[in-house]
């Protein structure tokens, strides 16, 4: 049941970071434009940073999914939702709500805002489960399969969260179309 519990949040957070790096390399000007609003860096370095950061979290993807090098994979997936997290907290606290997130790539469109700051606090912790259980017993094909199906479908649940519209009242009566927040 410990390798259940070990690999099943690391497989999750695998197809996280590997779908979000596929997603940043083939969507380079997005994330360099991105970058470029967030941060205050020149095209080229916006540009080196959206690339080493698909790169890097295909790398912590890949990390998650091995046996050998599972925990430094969760460590480096923490330390990236730590990192995505601090980011997001100074520009809210800047008042950068009109930024876009780059959570859902360019189709999601979703701006900054404080729910996102639980999220990833809350992605931090499913990252760091393969850090806090035990030594779990060596991973067999089938409990691997088991783990990786059931990573899939908390992965679309996660995805089906993230776009779900919600409708919120405006002031005057009226309803608005948004996201979940």
């Excluded at 992605?123 to 067999?140: F, I, K, N, S």
Aim: overall charge positive; glycine content about 10%.
């Amino acid at each position: 049941m410990t390798t259940v519990l070990v690999l099943l949040p690391a497989l999750f957070c695998g197809l996280l970071f590997g779908v979000s790096g596929l997603v940043k390399l083939g969507r380079p000007a997005y994330y360099t434009s991105l970058i470029g609003a967030w941060l205050p860096l020149t095209p080229a370095a916006s540009q080196g940073l959206a690339l080493a950061l698909g790169l890097f979290e295909i790398v912590v993807a890949v990390a998650l999914s091995l046996d050998a090098t599972r925990e430094l994979g969760a460590a480096a997936a923490v330390a990236l939702l730590l990192a995505y997290l601090a980011a997001l907290a100074w520009q809210l606290r800047r008042g950068h709500t009109h930024l876009a997130c780059g959570c859902g790539g360019p189709p999601g469109r979703q701006k900054i805002h404080r729910g996102l700051l639980a999220r990833n606090l809350g992605l931090a912790g499913v990252a760091a489960m393969p850090l806090l259980a035990p030594d779990p017993a060596p991973v067999t094909p089938s409990t691997f399969a088991l783990a990786l199906g059931a990573a899939m479908v908390f992965q679309f649940l996660y995805a089906a969260l993230e776009a779900m519209p919600t409708q919120t009242m405006r002031p005057d009566g009226r309803i608005l179309q948004g996201r979940l927040r």
